[in-house]
């Protein structure tokens, strides 16, 4: 299977004889052949030119790249040809699959440490030599690292590879979205200042992750989602608690990756020596744990494609109003990927459309367990239970104005080049069933794969697989579904779009309800700062104090008093008339005034429990109220304020704020009073005692 640049591979499709498929990607279809000429196994990757005729550049790229590389751990063509309507791509039969596939039909929850290590330290290694050679390799995922039954590693797919030296035309490859939502560094999302090899870092360290749990991170969102976590949440990372079982320099080698910030990264030579890399074990070492026992790729393959097909059919009902959706988040899974904001709009617009389904989805840690992975495809997704699920759901609702909100937040630090650059939606084209090669469908005698059982068969895990996706099992017979032009290329202002939307969630009286979720759910790092300012509730020692503390802040308002602090109860009694100078009383007199100051005081305790409901309850109130002023004045959702549910709020707000500072205000007078009336029955009661000193002396 090593690439034999003495060889010299036929550049005619009569040559090669095709097996089985093992593969299958955007626009191309990847099978076990046999080269006839020289009796060798190999792997030819099928793209429709007709179906890539937007991506001409690319596979141009791919092929190029392909051929020139010259390392152990990159898939180096053979030679390639085109065939009718085809180009195939002659290669090194991999007959492990990639670490996806191996994933989904074996581990599904991940890998050993071990495993990992030695599999990430190969990809690590073809990363050097790629980034050394000036190039980004622009999609590093499990999907993309291919195995050999004998262990060798070899990252795969140059489809939305970049040189770094390059000018004009493919400089401004750069300076748009390609690669896989899940696994794409936010500085390639954000476009502001371009990006270079260390997006492969990113990358490298999300695969990591995937490669421990057994998908990645935000796998389970749609893009839309995914895309606004990725820029605005804190980094994924390996958790203390729920990662256990992995090292202390695993942990630290994913979060010396996954850091926003491009130039804090290491370079890939650097991370290559990081510790973590030291756990790394042989080539055979990779072959006997992972790959021992599994059935041959092409069975495998099959067997998680039907899978997914039986699936598709169990959901059909469900499934088919979403259809425009979720095709569209299909599109958008797989390897370049391209954002369109036009087409998030009409997603979110989707999702509105649904409802009354209570919301299960996040809260539930089962589900969150079961996490299901995209991979480098989202045909599961547009078809699992959860994604129907996710799309009906009143959480689909929620999530999708939350990701407006969100949207528009990101929007002051996304730039307008790269939404405009946006606009081309990634087109997968007209299926064309006459395009598909000829092919053997009977496996050859001289099939140099070994036929074993699996101990870890796909049966396994067919519980799982509801949850668990992958590009893998796109059926080219299920996925070229059109999509009509109206959904492909949608137009108009995204403000209007979103207003309206956003609007009539309002207008439904969601928000309400929506509001304690979007303010818990998420982590408010990046440009969103206007969020973490909504939710300070307590005096910063910055706080303008002319209007009086405040001793509440939500949204815009504030619930100030002149000062309720112990401290400030001590001094406002200090010009109060003490009760010292009083006309001399008897003890029994003091003894008469006691019931009544305990009466006081209780009284004060009771109100002083009103106040404290009534505070919360109008906190409540004003927390609602501020984030709906928020959205009122954003820029992007331009929320009118008028609605007679909003009026109504606002002056019941009003009303609370009032009853809040008169109750303060007695609140205080109270006090004052009591202390008084303290000082007096202090004062009353050293006297009593002093007369009873002098009686009985
Ligand atoms: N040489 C190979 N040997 C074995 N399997 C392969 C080989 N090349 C590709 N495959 C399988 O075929 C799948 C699709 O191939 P590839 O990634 O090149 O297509 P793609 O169109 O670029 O897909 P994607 O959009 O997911 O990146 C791979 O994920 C892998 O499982």
């Given at each position: 299977m090593e690439h034999t640049p003495d060889k010299k591979f036929p550049l005619?499709?009569?040559d090669y004889k095709l097996y089985e498929e093992v593969g299958e990607g955007v626009s191309a279809t990847v099978y076990r052949a046999l080269c006839i000429p020289l009796n060798e196994i190999v792997a030819i990757k099928v793209l429709d030119l007709e179906k890539c005729n937007n991506d001409l550049d690319g596979i141009r790229r791919e092929v190029q790249t392909m051929s020139l590389i010259n390392h152990p751990n990159l898939l180096r063509a053979h030679c390639s040809f085109t065939a009718g309507h085809s180009l195939w791509v002659v290669m090194p039969y991999?007959?492990?699959?990639s670490c996806l596939h191996l994933m989904k039909s074996a581990y599904p929850e991940g890998l050993e440490e071990p495993a990992i290590a030695t599999l990430l330290r190969e990809v690590l290694k073809a990363l050097v030599y790629l980034h050394a050679h000036g190039?980004?390799?622009?999609?590093?995922k499990a999907g993309n690292i291919l195995i050999h039954s004998k262990g060798m590693v070899k990252l795969a797919d140059f489809g939305v590879s970049a040189c770094m030296?390059?000018?004009g035309d493919r400089q401004r490859s750069r300076n748009t979205f390609v690669g896989t939502p899940c696994w794409m560094a936010p500085e390639v999302m954000q476009q502001l200042h371009g990006y270079d090899f260390r997006a492969d870092i990113w990358s490298f360290g999300i695969t990591a992750l995937e490669l421990a749990h057994g998908h990645a991170p935000?796998?389970?969102?749609?893009p839309m989602k995914v895309l606004l976590m990725t820029l605005q949440n804190a980094p994924p990372g390996l958790d203390y608690e729920r990662d256990k079982r992995f090292s202390k320099s695993f942990k630290e080698m994913v979060a010396t990756c996954l850091?926003?910030?491009?130039?804090k990264r290491p370079t890939s030579e650097k991370l290559l020596?990081?510790?973590?890399?030291?756990h790394a074990r042989s080539a055979d070492y990779l072959a006997r744990t992972?790959?021992?026992?599994?059935?041959p790729l092409g069975e495998r393959f099959k067997m998680l494609k039907a899978q997914e097909a039986a699936l598709l059919v169990q959901n059909k009902a469900l499934y088919e109003d979403k259809e425009q959706l979720s095709q569209q988040e299909y599109i958008r899974g797989i390897s370049a990927w391209n954002f369109n904001l036009e087409d998030l709009k009409s997603q979110a617009a989707l999702i509105q459309e649904?409802?009354?389904?209570?919301?299960?989805?996040?809260?539930n840690a089962s589900i969150k367990q079961t996490e299901r992975h995209n991979g480098s495809g989202r045909f599961t997704e547009r078809m699992s239970p959860e994604m129907v699920n996710h799309s009906k759901t009143a959480s689909g609702q929620e999530d999708a104005l939350n990701d407006l909100h969100d949207l528009k937040g990101s929007l002051a630090s996304f730039p307008m080049k790269p939404l405009q650059a946006l606009k081309d939606c990634f087109d997968v084209g007209e299926d064309d069933a006459n395009t598909s090669p000829s092919w053997d469908d009977t496996r050859s005698d001289s099939d140099e794969l070994p036929t074993k059982s699996s101990p870890r068969s796909v049966h396994q895990d067919t519980g799982r697989k509801n949850d668990d996706d992958d590009?893998?099992?796109?059926?080219s017979s299920l996925s070229h579904q059109e999509i009509p032009n109206h959904k492909k290329f949608l137009s108009g202002p995204l403000k209007q779009d979103t207003v309206a939307f956003a609007k009539k969630m309002m207008d439904n009286g969601d928000r309400d309800h929506l509001q304690p979720k979007y303010q818990s759910e998420?982590?408010?790092?990046?440009?969103?700062l206007y969020r973490q300012r909504k939710e300070t509730n307590c005096l910063s020692?910055?706080?303008?104090t002319s209007e009086g503390a405040v001793i509440q802040r939500k949204g815009r308002f504030k619930v100030t008093s002149a000062d309720v602090s112990p401290k400030g109860m001590t001094n406002c009694s200090s010009g109060l008339p003490c009760g010292g100078s009083s006309s001399p009383m008897t003890s029994n007199l003091a003894a008469a005034l006691l019931p009544s100051l305990q009466c006081i005081l209780q009284q004060n305790i009771m109100q002083r429990e009103e106040i404290t409901k009534l505070i919360k309850y109008a906190e409540q109130i004003s927390g609602t109220q501020g984030d709906l002023t928020e959205v009122g004045t954003s820029n992007s959702l331009q929320?009118?304020?008028?609605s007679t549910r909003e009026k109504e709020l606002q002056s019941q707000f009003t009303h609370l704020q009032q009853c809040v500072t008169s109750l303060v205000e007695e609140l205080q007078n109270l006090k004052q009073k009591n202390a008084q009336l303290e000082k007096r029955l202090n004062t009353l009661t050293n006297r009593d005692k002093r007369i009873r000193g002098m009686t009985r002396a």
């Open positions: 005619s499709a009569k991999m007959d492990g699959g190039h980004i390799h622009r999609d590093v030296f390059d000018t935000f796998s389970k969102y749609p850091v926003k910030d491009p130039k020596k990081h510790s973590f890399f030291k992972l790959l021992e026992g599994l059935a649904n409802d009354g389904v209570p919301n299960i989805e996040e809260s590009g893998f099992a796109r059926s998420r982590n408010y790092s990046g440009p969103l020692p910055a706080e303008d929320v009118s304020c008028s």
